[in-house]
Protein backbone atom coordinates (compact mmCIF):
# COMPACT_ATOMS: atom_id res chain seq x y z
CA UNK A 1 0.00 0.00 0.00
CA UNK A 2 1.26 3.35 -0.89
CA UNK A 3 0.57 6.16 2.08
CA UNK A 4 0.44 9.73 1.63
CA UNK A 5 0.48 11.30 4.30
CA UNK A 6 0.58 14.93 6.12
CA UNK A 7 -1.73 18.42 5.59
CA UNK A 8 -2.07 19.23 2.19
CA UNK A 9 -1.14 16.04 0.56
CA UNK A 10 -4.39 16.00 -1.06
CA UNK A 11 -2.98 17.28 -3.96
CA UNK A 12 -0.72 14.59 -4.79
CA UNK A 13 -3.90 12.79 -6.04
CA UNK A 14 -3.33 14.00 -9.02
CA UNK A 15 0.39 12.32 -9.58
CA UNK A 16 -1.50 9.10 -8.10
CA UNK A 17 -4.04 9.16 -10.97
CA UNK A 18 -1.40 10.06 -13.55
CA UNK A 19 0.51 6.97 -12.28
CA UNK A 20 -1.74 4.29 -12.40
CA UNK A 21 -3.22 5.61 -15.67
CA UNK A 22 -6.80 6.06 -13.65
CA UNK A 23 -9.07 7.76 -16.34
CA UNK A 24 -12.47 7.00 -15.04
CA UNK A 25 -13.56 6.54 -10.75
CA UNK A 26 -16.93 4.89 -9.06
CA UNK A 27 -16.15 7.69 -5.89
CA UNK A 28 -17.73 6.80 -2.53
CA UNK A 29 -18.53 9.94 -0.67
CA UNK A 30 -20.20 10.80 2.59
CA UNK A 31 -22.81 12.85 1.90
CA UNK A 32 -21.80 15.73 4.42
CA UNK A 33 -18.01 14.92 4.80
CA UNK A 34 -17.17 15.15 0.89
CA UNK A 35 -18.50 18.73 0.75
CA UNK A 36 -17.93 20.09 4.27
CA UNK A 37 -14.46 18.60 4.41
CA UNK A 38 -13.38 20.97 1.16
CA UNK A 39 -12.39 17.93 -0.62
CA UNK A 40 -14.70 18.17 -3.21
CA UNK A 41 -13.63 21.58 -4.25
CA UNK A 42 -10.29 20.84 -3.86
CA UNK A 43 -10.77 17.44 -5.88
CA UNK A 44 -12.99 18.93 -8.63
CA UNK A 45 -10.84 20.13 -11.14
CA UNK A 46 -9.22 16.45 -10.69
CA UNK A 47 -12.78 14.87 -11.42
CA UNK A 48 -13.35 17.26 -13.96
CA UNK A 49 -10.80 16.14 -15.88
CA UNK A 50 -11.68 12.42 -16.36
CA UNK A 51 -13.65 10.77 -18.39
CA UNK A 52 -16.19 9.00 -16.05
CA UNK A 53 -16.98 9.94 -12.44
CA UNK A 54 -19.96 8.13 -10.42
CA UNK A 55 -20.57 10.24 -7.17
CA UNK A 56 -22.35 7.21 -4.75
CA UNK A 57 -23.71 9.03 -1.75
CA UNK A 58 -26.95 7.51 -0.49
CA UNK A 59 -25.78 5.85 2.26
CA UNK A 60 -25.94 6.78 6.45
CA UNK A 61 -23.56 5.53 9.43
CA UNK A 62 -22.84 2.23 9.73
CA UNK A 63 -22.12 0.31 6.35
CA UNK A 64 -25.18 -2.22 5.64
CA UNK A 65 -25.92 -4.73 2.86
CA UNK A 66 -28.67 -1.88 1.40
CA UNK A 67 -26.02 0.55 0.99
CA UNK A 68 -23.51 -1.80 -0.70
CA UNK A 69 -26.19 -2.72 -3.36
CA UNK A 70 -27.14 0.11 -4.07
CA UNK A 71 -23.73 1.12 -4.84
CA UNK A 72 -22.66 -2.21 -6.55
CA UNK A 73 -25.96 -1.84 -8.66
CA UNK A 74 -25.05 2.28 -9.98
CA UNK A 75 -21.50 0.96 -10.40
CA UNK A 76 -22.30 -1.62 -12.61
CA UNK A 77 -23.49 0.51 -15.13
CA UNK A 78 -19.97 1.23 -16.26
CA UNK A 79 -16.81 0.39 -16.25
CA UNK A 80 -13.71 1.99 -14.08
CA UNK A 81 -10.03 2.19 -13.73
CA UNK A 82 -10.76 2.58 -9.78
CA UNK A 83 -13.22 3.25 -6.67
CA UNK A 84 -12.30 6.24 -4.50
CA UNK A 85 -13.48 6.54 -1.33
CA UNK A 86 -13.56 9.95 0.56
CA UNK A 87 -15.31 10.00 3.88
CA UNK A 88 -14.85 8.29 7.10
CA UNK A 89 -15.11 4.77 7.72
CA UNK A 90 -18.55 3.69 6.54
CA UNK A 91 -17.49 5.33 3.17
CA UNK A 92 -13.91 3.43 3.24
CA UNK A 93 -15.81 0.13 4.30
CA UNK A 94 -18.37 0.53 0.99
CA UNK A 95 -16.11 1.21 -1.07
CA UNK A 96 -13.75 -1.22 -0.21
CA UNK A 97 -16.48 -3.88 -1.04
CA UNK A 98 -17.62 -2.66 -3.99
CA UNK A 99 -14.30 -2.65 -5.48
CA UNK A 100 -14.08 -6.69 -4.42
CA UNK A 101 -17.67 -7.70 -5.56
CA UNK A 102 -18.32 -6.22 -8.83
CA UNK A 103 -18.17 -9.42 -10.41
CA UNK A 104 -19.38 -11.83 -7.43
CA UNK A 105 -22.56 -11.52 -5.56
CA UNK A 106 -22.37 -10.01 -2.42
CA UNK A 107 -23.96 -12.51 -0.20
CA UNK A 108 -21.09 -14.86 -1.57
CA UNK A 109 -18.62 -12.13 -0.82
CA UNK A 110 -20.09 -12.44 3.17
CA UNK A 111 -20.30 -16.21 3.05
CA UNK A 112 -16.75 -16.77 1.85
CA UNK A 113 -14.71 -13.91 1.71
CA UNK A 114 -11.73 -16.23 -0.19
CA UNK A 115 -14.16 -15.73 -3.49
CA UNK A 116 -13.14 -11.87 -3.34
CA UNK A 117 -10.93 -10.51 -6.72
CA UNK A 118 -10.26 -7.06 -7.34
CA UNK A 119 -9.28 -6.30 -10.78
CA UNK A 120 -9.60 -1.85 -10.30
CA UNK A 121 -7.23 0.08 -8.22
CA UNK A 122 -8.77 1.33 -4.76
CA UNK A 123 -7.84 4.41 -3.27
CA UNK A 124 -8.82 5.75 0.12
CA UNK A 125 -9.27 9.45 1.73
CA UNK A 126 -10.35 9.52 4.45
CA UNK A 127 -11.98 12.75 6.62
CA UNK A 128 -12.01 11.38 9.99
CA UNK A 129 -9.37 10.33 12.67
CA UNK A 130 -10.82 6.86 14.14
CA UNK A 131 -11.17 4.26 12.33
CA UNK A 132 -7.79 3.83 10.42
CA UNK A 133 -10.01 1.69 7.78
CA UNK A 134 -7.70 3.14 4.74
CA UNK A 135 -5.03 1.16 6.37
CA UNK A 136 -6.86 -2.43 6.77
CA UNK A 137 -8.01 -5.07 5.11
CA UNK A 138 -11.35 -5.48 7.05
CA UNK A 139 -14.31 -4.27 6.04
CA UNK A 140 -17.17 -3.74 8.28
CA UNK A 141 -21.03 -4.78 6.97
CA UNK A 142 -24.03 -4.80 8.95
CA UNK A 143 -26.33 -7.33 7.40
CA UNK A 144 -30.35 -7.34 8.82
CA UNK A 145 -28.73 -5.71 12.07
CA UNK A 146 -26.02 -8.15 12.47
CA UNK A 147 -22.14 -7.11 12.33
CA UNK A 148 -19.97 -9.08 9.87
CA UNK A 149 -15.94 -8.64 9.61
CA UNK A 150 -14.68 -9.56 6.14
CA UNK A 151 -10.67 -10.21 5.68
CA UNK A 152 -9.22 -10.20 2.51
CA UNK A 153 -5.67 -8.66 1.34
CA UNK A 154 -7.67 -7.23 -1.91
CA UNK A 155 -9.69 -5.02 0.91
CA UNK A 156 -6.59 -3.15 1.61
CA UNK A 157 -6.50 -0.37 -0.47
CA UNK A 158 -3.63 0.24 -2.82
CA UNK A 159 -3.18 4.02 -2.29
CA UNK A 160 -4.26 6.02 1.13
CA UNK A 161 -4.42 9.78 1.37
CA UNK A 162 -3.89 11.07 4.92
CA UNK A 163 -4.21 15.12 4.93
CA UNK A 164 -4.89 16.23 8.21
CA UNK A 165 -6.09 19.51 6.38
CA UNK A 166 -9.71 17.34 5.52
CA UNK A 167 -10.86 17.37 9.77
CA UNK A 168 -10.83 21.29 10.14
CA UNK A 169 -14.90 21.26 9.72
CA UNK A 170 -15.17 17.68 11.96
CA UNK A 171 -17.51 18.95 14.62
CA UNK A 172 -16.46 18.18 18.14
CA UNK A 173 -18.48 14.96 18.78
CA UNK A 174 -17.65 13.02 15.82
CA UNK A 175 -14.05 14.21 16.80
CA UNK A 176 -14.47 12.66 20.71
CA UNK A 177 -16.48 9.83 18.43
CA UNK A 178 -13.76 8.66 16.33
CA UNK A 179 -10.42 9.40 18.30
CA UNK A 180 -11.61 7.04 20.90
CA UNK A 181 -11.92 4.34 18.21
CA UNK A 182 -7.93 5.11 17.34
CA UNK A 183 -7.17 5.59 21.17
CA UNK A 184 -8.80 1.88 21.91
CA UNK A 185 -7.69 0.35 18.96
CA UNK A 186 -4.35 1.00 19.74
CA UNK A 187 -5.03 -0.39 23.21
CA UNK A 188 -6.54 -3.39 22.03
CA UNK A 189 -4.22 -4.30 19.30
CA UNK A 190 -1.42 -3.93 22.42
CA UNK A 191 -3.03 -6.52 24.66
CA UNK A 192 -4.17 -9.14 21.83
CA UNK A 193 -2.94 -12.19 21.57
CA UNK A 194 -2.31 -11.93 17.98
CA UNK A 195 0.15 -9.16 18.60
CA UNK A 196 3.45 -8.65 17.13
CA UNK A 197 6.86 -6.40 17.54
CA UNK A 198 5.56 -4.83 14.55
CA UNK A 199 1.72 -3.86 15.70
CA UNK A 200 3.32 -3.13 18.97
CA UNK A 201 5.18 -0.46 17.57
CA UNK A 202 2.38 0.92 15.66
CA UNK A 203 -0.16 0.67 18.20
CA UNK A 204 2.52 2.64 21.08
CA UNK A 205 3.28 5.32 18.45
CA UNK A 206 -0.65 5.52 17.93
CA UNK A 207 -1.48 5.56 21.28
CA UNK A 208 1.06 7.98 22.26
CA UNK A 209 -0.42 10.46 19.63
CA UNK A 210 -3.73 9.85 20.72
CA UNK A 211 -3.03 10.38 24.57
CA UNK A 212 -1.49 13.66 23.85
CA UNK A 213 -3.93 15.18 21.31
CA UNK A 214 -7.26 13.75 21.80
CA UNK A 215 -8.82 16.17 24.09
CA UNK A 216 -7.34 18.81 22.80
CA UNK A 217 -8.58 18.31 18.83
CA UNK A 218 -12.03 17.86 20.74
CA UNK A 219 -12.22 21.02 22.98
CA UNK A 220 -9.40 23.13 21.23
CA UNK A 221 -8.15 21.79 17.74
CA UNK A 222 -5.16 23.25 15.77
CA UNK A 223 -3.68 22.07 12.97
CA UNK A 224 -0.56 19.83 15.40
CA UNK A 225 -3.71 18.23 17.32
CA UNK A 226 -5.43 17.31 13.69
CA UNK A 227 -2.49 16.12 12.31
CA UNK A 228 -1.27 14.06 15.18
CA UNK A 229 -4.88 12.30 15.10
CA UNK A 230 -4.65 11.90 11.69
CA UNK A 231 -1.57 9.72 12.40
CA UNK A 232 -2.90 8.20 15.53
CA UNK A 233 -6.27 6.74 13.66
CA UNK A 234 -3.84 5.58 10.71
CA UNK A 235 -0.81 3.81 13.09
CA UNK A 236 -3.88 2.58 15.00
CA UNK A 237 -5.20 1.01 11.60
CA UNK A 238 -1.90 -0.42 10.99
CA UNK A 239 -1.82 -2.06 13.97
CA UNK A 240 -5.35 -3.97 14.31
CA UNK A 241 -4.55 -5.04 10.50
CA UNK A 242 -2.18 -7.31 11.98
CA UNK A 243 -3.46 -7.97 15.38
CA UNK A 244 -7.22 -7.32 15.17
CA UNK A 245 -9.14 -5.59 17.74
CA UNK A 246 -10.33 -7.51 20.93
CA UNK A 247 -13.58 -7.95 23.33
CA UNK A 248 -14.67 -3.96 23.47
CA UNK A 249 -14.82 -4.04 19.89
CA UNK A 250 -16.66 -7.17 20.01
CA UNK A 251 -19.02 -5.98 22.60
CA UNK A 252 -19.52 -2.22 20.62
CA UNK A 253 -21.35 -3.65 17.39
CA UNK A 254 -24.58 -4.63 19.28
CA UNK A 255 -24.42 -1.45 21.18
CA UNK A 256 -24.24 0.86 17.99
CA UNK A 257 -27.01 -1.64 15.98
CA UNK A 258 -29.26 -2.05 18.96
CA UNK A 259 -28.86 1.17 20.70
CA UNK A 260 -27.36 4.03 17.96
CA UNK A 261 -24.22 4.36 20.38
CA UNK A 262 -21.78 5.63 18.16
CA UNK A 263 -19.25 3.14 17.40
CA UNK A 264 -16.20 4.68 18.33
CA UNK A 265 -17.65 5.82 21.83
CA UNK A 266 -19.65 2.35 22.19
CA UNK A 267 -15.86 0.59 21.92
CA UNK A 268 -14.68 3.07 24.88
CA UNK A 269 -17.42 2.41 27.58
CA UNK A 270 -16.15 -0.81 28.11
CA UNK A 271 -12.20 -0.15 27.26
CA UNK A 272 -11.73 0.72 30.78
CA UNK A 273 -13.31 -1.90 32.62
CA UNK A 274 -11.89 -4.62 30.35
CA UNK A 275 -8.58 -3.36 31.18
CA UNK A 276 -9.03 -3.78 34.93
CA UNK A 277 -10.00 -7.48 33.85
CA UNK A 278 -7.14 -8.12 31.95
CA UNK A 279 -5.09 -7.11 34.91
CA UNK A 280 -6.71 -9.61 36.87
CA UNK A 281 -5.38 -12.58 34.43
CA UNK A 282 -3.93 -16.20 35.81
CA UNK A 283 -2.72 -18.79 34.95
CA UNK A 284 -5.52 -20.46 34.88
CA UNK A 285 -7.73 -18.04 32.54
CA UNK A 286 -4.57 -16.92 30.35
CA UNK A 287 -5.39 -17.66 26.61
CA UNK A 288 -2.37 -15.67 25.51
CA UNK A 289 0.36 -18.13 24.17
CA UNK A 290 2.77 -15.72 25.36
CA UNK A 291 1.95 -16.20 28.93
CA UNK A 292 0.69 -14.01 32.16
CA UNK A 293 3.90 -12.82 32.64
CA UNK A 294 3.95 -11.05 28.83
CA UNK A 295 0.02 -10.09 29.27
CA UNK A 296 1.10 -8.36 32.78
CA UNK A 297 4.11 -6.43 31.20
CA UNK A 298 1.85 -5.36 28.57
CA UNK A 299 -0.81 -4.35 30.87
CA UNK A 300 1.98 -2.48 32.98
CA UNK A 301 3.13 -0.57 29.57
CA UNK A 302 -0.11 0.92 28.71
CA UNK A 303 -0.32 1.66 32.67
CA UNK A 304 2.67 3.61 32.05
CA UNK A 305 1.47 5.82 29.06
CA UNK A 306 -1.64 6.65 30.97
CA UNK A 307 0.87 7.98 34.05
CA UNK A 308 -1.42 5.45 36.05
CA UNK A 309 -0.39 3.63 38.96
CA UNK A 310 -3.19 0.81 39.03
CA UNK A 311 -5.73 -0.52 36.62
CA UNK A 312 -8.08 1.67 38.74
CA UNK A 313 -6.38 4.27 38.09
CA UNK A 314 -6.45 3.61 34.45
CA UNK A 315 -10.14 3.16 34.19
CA UNK A 316 -10.72 6.61 35.70
CA UNK A 317 -8.29 8.18 33.09
CA UNK A 318 -10.88 6.44 30.77
CA UNK A 319 -13.95 8.00 32.44
CA UNK A 320 -12.35 11.67 33.11
CA UNK A 321 -11.49 11.26 28.85
CA UNK A 322 -14.43 10.36 27.99
CA UNK A 323 -15.98 13.18 30.28
CA UNK A 324 -13.15 15.64 29.01
CA UNK A 325 -15.21 15.03 25.53
CA UNK A 326 -18.19 15.59 26.57
CA UNK A 327 -19.57 11.82 26.36
CA UNK A 328 -21.56 10.16 29.35
CA UNK A 329 -19.41 7.17 30.97
CA UNK A 330 -22.95 5.06 31.86
CA UNK A 331 -24.51 2.69 29.89
CA UNK A 332 -27.97 3.61 31.56
CA UNK A 333 -27.11 7.49 29.76
CA UNK A 334 -27.69 5.40 26.87
CA UNK A 335 -30.98 3.35 27.40
CA UNK A 336 -28.87 0.15 28.28
CA UNK A 337 -30.36 -1.04 31.43
CA UNK A 338 -29.01 -4.16 33.70
CA UNK A 339 -31.84 -6.65 32.17
CA UNK A 340 -30.22 -5.79 28.37
CA UNK A 341 -27.01 -6.84 29.23
CA UNK A 342 -27.64 -10.05 28.15
CA UNK A 343 -28.80 -8.79 24.88
CA UNK A 344 -25.32 -7.33 24.36
CA UNK A 345 -23.61 -10.45 25.63
CA UNK A 346 -25.75 -12.68 23.64
CA UNK A 347 -24.97 -10.57 19.79
CA UNK A 348 -21.06 -10.14 21.08
CA UNK A 349 -19.43 -11.10 17.95
CA UNK A 350 -17.03 -13.69 19.43
CA UNK A 351 -14.41 -13.64 16.30
Known sequence: MTEVIGPGRLSDLKDIFEGLSIR???????????????????LQPLLTSLDTVTVFSDFAPNPDDTSVEKARHLAAQ???????????????????????????????VVADPALIRRDIALIAIP???????ESTHFAVLYVAGVKHSIAHDRLLPDVCVVDSDLLKSVP????AHTGLDALCQSIESLWSIHSTDVSREFALDGLRLSIANLEKVVNHPDPTSRDAMAR?????GKAINISKTTASHAISY?????????HGLAVALTIGPMLRWNAAITQADCVDPRGVEHVART???????????????????????????????????????????????ANTNVD
Not at 79 to 101: F, M, N, Q, W
Not at 172 to 175: G, L, Y
Not at 317 to 340: K, M
Open 78 to 108: SAYDAVVAVGGGTAIDIAKLVSCSLNTPLTQ
Open 172 to 175: ASVA
Open 232 to 236: AAHLS
Open 254 to 262: AMTSEFGIP
Open 24 to 42: SCFLVADPTAYTSSGASER
Open 299 to 345: IDQILGMLDADTPQDAALWFDNTLSAAGCSTRLRAFGISRDQLTLLA
Open 127 to 133: TTAGTGS
